[in-house]
């Protein structure tokens, strides 16, 4: 039939011969799985070269390549320089490992290639109703209550922080904007809370000054007394205190702010409680660290991450909202040509809302599935086993370096994360600064080791936070062997 009617031809991105692509395919799965299995063998980091950098300043290519060429280019050229952090020696940052089954169910969902921020009866958004049910349960909150995945703890926050500005202001501030006259709404973190809570702040239009950075205790805990001075004083001085933000694991140290107490706080000054729980709210799987993060359940929101301390490939985090409505409130609008609800089988006709009533992404994958497979493979307990392992294996680490003489604990462990600095036997402290940071800077180069430096009280220190499933404690004794052998060099040059 077709021929009779002289069509032009039509393209697709479709292969013409679907078994080379399969076994181009099958040959990806080998390598991917030898590139997993094979880490521990390999430099946890190196440097991209230049001749390689220079592969990715051509222009965009207007012709095809082959797939076999195509693929042989990332072999050579891309695979062999990650950032380092599926490898058991990777401590920087707070940055996750990754699983086999998160590879794998990442290739599934971009297969099915669903749109999860609408339509319904449709799989992707059953998965991600379900796990968001689940993490309803683990985290303490009521079954009344809302979630949606993420990109990640800042676009958590900034969704939970919209909501709590858009609640507890005292007129429609999403029709009428910021009024800086009738705004003056502040909100209060300690000065220990992620970068990110800024962006948010910055971003609804509060100004950075809206931030009232509140000073810390010798745990890096926020100050009660501090916070509850501030919120008197700006009452005073006529500003609108709106949220108090709680650190379930700060950044730098992983200390856990008295969540409790902030949760008391808020109830008496009327105040929205979130709580920035990172990686920190996975404490709660643990039963041994599980009090540490008491008062969580009261929050009115709940940003936290599925691609930290939970080990899922990136991005995947994950916002929690304790009423629904006032979290659909925030984030609803349907124009005519994305109507939903309007009763019957159809995938426009079922349940009210659409996950893209929840936050500012219309589009999303299926990041639902990544989620579903790994907590369905291991089951809970497992990843409540390896926080554990975790925390364990941090606390052996500072024992460690509190029988090292020349090694000085910073900041202990009150999670999985340790600060600490080569300090020498005979410590020049004007020349510590410069010399932990070269210790840093050559184990990365060296290939043994990723950690990171904070600046803890003026001082620059190293840091390791362990999000690592795959670190063996023998991992933390050639750590320390390594800083000891490198500061002892690095201090000798110099002098
Ligand atoms: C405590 C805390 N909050 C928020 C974030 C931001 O999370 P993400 O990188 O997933 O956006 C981080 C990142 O490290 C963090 O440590």
Known sequence: MAQDKNYTIEETLDPDDWDSLRTLGHKMMDDVFDFMSEVRGRPVWKHIPDSVKKQFRTSIPMEPESSDNVYNEFLENILPYPSGNIHPRFWGWVIGTGSPMGVLSELLSAAMNSNSGGLDHHSAVHVEKQVIEWFKEIMGFPSKSSGLLTSGCSASNLIGLTT????????????????????????????????????????????????????????????????????????????????????????????????????????????????????????????????????????????????????????????????????????????????????????????????SDYGFQLSRGFRALKVWMSLKEHGINKYGRLIQQNIDQVRYLEKLIKSTPKLELIAPASLNIVCFRYIGLDPDYTRLDDLNKKIEIELQESGIAVLSLTLIKNDIVLRVANTNHRTRREDFDLLIEEIIKIGDIESHKSE
């Open 164 to 355: 709590a500005r858009n609640v507890m202001s005292n007129y429609d501030i999403r029709k009428e904007g910021i009024h800086p006259e009738k705004t003056r709404m502040t909100l209060y973190a300690s000065e220990e809370i992620h970068s990110s809570i800024q962006k948010a702040i910055e971003l609804m239009g509060l100004g950075s000054s809206a931030l009232r950075s509140i000073s810390v205790n010798e745990y890096f805990q926020i100050d009660l007394n501090a916070l509850k001075e501030a919120i008197y004083r700006d009452r005073k001085e006529g500003y609108s205190p709106f949220c108090i933000v709680g650190a379930a694991g700060t950044t730098n140290t992983g200390a856990i702010d008295d969540l409790n107490a902030l949760a008391d706080i808020c109830k008496e000054e009327n105040l929205w409680f979130h709580v920035d729980g990172a990686f920190g709210s996975w404490a709660t799987i643990s039963p041994e660290v599980k009090p540490l993060v008491k008062g969580i359940e009261r929050a009115d929101s709940m940003a936290f991450d599925l691609h930290k301390w939970m080990y899922m490939p990136y991005e995947v985090g994950c916002i929690l909202i304790r009423e629904e409505e006032n979290h659909r409130n925030s984030f609803s609008l349907t124009p005519s040509y994305l109507v939903h609800g309007t009763g019957g089988q159809g995938m426009t006709g079922g349940d009210l809302p659409w996950f």
